[in-house]
T-cell receptor, first 113, second 109 residues
Framework: ETGVTQSPTHLIKTRGQQVTLRCSSQ?????VSWYQQALGQGPQFIFQ???????GRGNFPPRFSGLQFPNYSSELNVNALELDDSALYLC????????????FGSGTRLTVV | QQPVQSPQAVILREGEDAVINCSSS?????VHWYRQKHGEAPVFLMI?????EQKGHEKISASFNEKKQQSSLYLTASQLSYSGTYFC??????????FGKGTKLSVKP
């Protein structure tokens, strides 16, 4: 059973730039969720993808966008980076509608300077 | 609506017990519990379902009180490896998980 892998592990970007983060889901899972975790806080829901469609979104602006591919891998794109976007970005895979836990990746630490 | 966790932090000696609470202002149908060690991904511990049994493994167990809209995580005879931040998660209207702010547990020798 493969876990969830994210890349890159660390990234430094300049304010105003764009960034793409990648996630490979756990084998057999059909749903990918992305979370933003600021230091000392719980993960905040960004959005969720099921069968390549966004089917849930948290309180994040449109410059946060995503994709899910047929193999259930996913991307998170953030445009026009702001300093407050600095955080740990976590990807989690799960089976929609099943009472199982999420499997999280180790995250991408994004620093915006 | 973000669930509320208490306490925010707790320090224990090895072998001591701890209880972490998670409460919601909305009706609960399920509660997830995760542990996150510093610099690592959150790891799923267990899920409590409405009408389900109390879950647990080894010395970590949890309960779910539907009437009080509350779940509690019990750590018995804590070990150094239990140190980390514990998060509860409840279902949002979009099927997503909404996490609490976490409870930082430190177990000292």
């Amino acid at each position: 059973e493969t876990g969830v892998t994210q890349s890159p592990t660390h990234l430094i970007k300049t304010r105003g730039q764009q960034v793409t983060l990648r996630c490979s889901s756990q084998s057999g899972h059909n749903t990918v969720s992305w979370y933003q975790q600021a230091l000392g806080q719980g993960p905040q829901f960004i959005f969720q993808y099921y069968r390549e469609e966004e089917n849930g979104r948290g309180n994040f602006p449109p410059r946060f966008s995503g994709l899910q591919f047929p193999n259930y891998s996913s991307e998170l794109n953030v445009n026009a980076l702001e300093l407050d976007d600095s955080a740990l970005y976590l990807c989690a895979s799960s089976l929609l509608g099943r009472p199982y836990g999420y499997t999280f990746g180790s995250g991408t630490r994004l620093t915006v300077v | 609506q973000q669930p509320v966790q208490s306490p925010q932090a707790v320090i224990l000696r090895e072998g001591e017990d701890a209880v972490i609470n998670c409460s919601s202002s909305k009706a609960l149908y399920s509660v997830h519990w995760y542990r996150q060690k510093h610099g690592e991904a959150p790891v799923f511990l267990m899920i409590l379902l409405k009408g389900g049994e109390q879950k647990g493994h080894e010395k970590i167990s949890a309960s779910f009180n539907e009437k009080k809209q509350q779940s509690s995580l019990y750590l018995t005879a804590s070990q150094l490896s239990y140190s980390g931040t514990y998060f509860c998660g409840t279902r949002g209207s979009q099927g997503n998980l909404i996490f609490g702010k976490g409870t930082k547990l430190s177990v000292k020798p």
